[in-house]
C-alpha cells in the first residue's frame, strides 16, 4: 500500500469553511447514516486513560476516528488526541488519513451551529461561553454565521486561558471579554465547552428563552447543566436517544433524580421549528457526524486536486 494523503489540521481549516461544515451535517441528518447502528461508540478503558472508536459508514464510503483520552498527558500534550481514517465503501481500501483532532472541533461546533439556527431566537445576540479551549473559539466563530452575536462573555474557572482567548479573537470584531457564571441571566444563547464533572451554572438564572447547548462531557458520571435547567427546559434535543441514555450526563443523572422522562427527549432528526422558551442541545458527538464532515474536505481536496 501506497502511502495515504493526510490532511492536517491547517488544510482542514481551509477546505472546510463553517457553512461547508453545516451544509455537510444537514444532510447527513436527513440521510440513513445518521441512524445506523455502526455510528455507536466504542469505548476501550485502559491504565493511563481510554481509547475511543467511532465508526460510521454509507454506501460510498466508511471511516474511523481513533480517539485517545489521556488521564495525565504532559504538559505539552493535548488531553484529547485523535486521527480519522476514511475508507472507499466498495473495496474498504483506506484513501486518506485526516487530522481527527481538528475534525471533531469541526464538527461539534458545526453540529452545535445546525441547532441553534433551529432553536435560538432569530434576533439572539448575546452568547456566554463555559470553556476556553479549541471548543470555546469553534462555537464562537460557527455560531456568529446563523446568528447575529455581536457580545461574547467567556467564563472559565483559570483567568489565564479566557484572557488568552478573548485576545486572539479581538480581530474578529465581536466584543468577547472575560464573564462570570451570573452572566447566563443576560444571555441569549449558552455554550457548555468544558471537561467539568459538575453543573457549570445555577440554572435558576437562565432567562426565559435561552438557547443552551452543552458539548464537554460524553460520559453518564459528568454533566454540564444541573437538574434546574431540565426541568426549567421546554425542549431537550439529543442526537439519538438510546446513545444519549447510555452516555450524556446531563440526562442519565436527571433521569436517575426523577426530574426527567426520556419521552421528553428529541432525536435531532426530529428537531423541526422553534419553539418558545428555554431549549436543551446535548451533544455527546456521533460517528456519522464525524463521516459527514471527513467526506466533504476530502471531495473538496479532490477538486483541488483535479
Known amino acids: 500500500m501506497s502511502a495515504l494523503p493526510h490532511v492536517d489540521s491547517d488544510r482542514l481549516a481551509e477546505l472546510l469553511p463553517w457553512p461547508t461544515v453545516i451544509g455537510a451535517l444537514e444532510r447527513a441528518l436527513t440521510s440513513p447514516l445518521a441512524d445506523s447502528e455502526i455510528t455507536s461508540r466504542v469505548s476501550v478503558p485502559l491504565a493511563h486513560g481510554e481509547l475511543l472508536l467511532m465508526p460510521a459508514a454509507t454506501g460510498e464510503s466508511l471511516g474511523v476516528k481513533i480517539v485517545g483520552v489521556a488521564h495525565n498527558p504532559g504538559p505539552d500534550l493535548p488531553r484529547i488526541q485523535a486521527l480519522y481514517v476514511l475508507l472507499d465503501g466498495a473495496t474498504l481500501t483506506p484513501v486518506a488519513v485526516l487530522d481527527g ?82 452572566d447566563v441571566a443576560t444571555a441569549d444563547i ?35 447543566l444541573d437538574d434546574t435547567v431540565i426541568t426549567r ?22 433521569i436517575a433524580n426523577g426530574v426527567l422522562h426520556q419521552g421528553r427527549l428529541t432525536d435531532l432528526s426530529d428537531l423541526g421549528a422553534r419553539t418558545p422558551g428555554i431549549s436543551v442541545f446535548k451533544s455527546v458527538g456521533m460517528g456519522w ?18
Open 289 to 306: 457526524q464525524d463521516l459527514a464532515v471527513a467526506q466533504a474536505a476530502w471531495q473538496a481536496e479532490l477538486r483541488t486536486l483535479a
Open 190 to 224: 449558552v455554550v457548555c465547552a468544558t471537561n467539568s464533572p459538575t453543573p457549570v451554572f445555577d440554572g435558576h438564572d437562565l432567562a426565559a428563552d435561552t438557547c443552551v447547548v452543552a458539548v464537554g462531557s460524553h460520559t453518564p458520571d459528568a454533566r454540564e
Open 101 to 182: 483532532t481538528a475534525l471533531t472541533t469541526l464538527r461539534t461546533a458545526g453540529q452545535s451551529a445546525l441547532v441553534v439556527r433551529q432553536m435560538a431566537r432569530p434576533e439572539a445576540h448575546k452568547l456566554v461561553v463555559f470553556g476556553a479551549g479549541p471548543q470555546a473559539r469553534a462555537h464562537i466563530e460557527a455560531l456568529r454565521t446563523v446568528r447575529p452575536i455581536d457580545s461574547v462573555l467567556v467564563v472559565g474557572r483559570r483567568q489565564a486561558p479566557v484572557e488568552l482567548l478573548c485576545a486572539q479573537l479581538k480581530s474578529i470584531g465581536v466584543d468577547v471579554r472575560p464573564g462570570t457564571p451570573g
Open 233 to 254: 427546559a421546554s425542549r431537550i434535543v439529543v442526537e439519538h436517544r438510546k446513545t444519549a441514555l447510555r452516555e450524556a450526563g446531563d440526562i442519565v443523572q436527571a
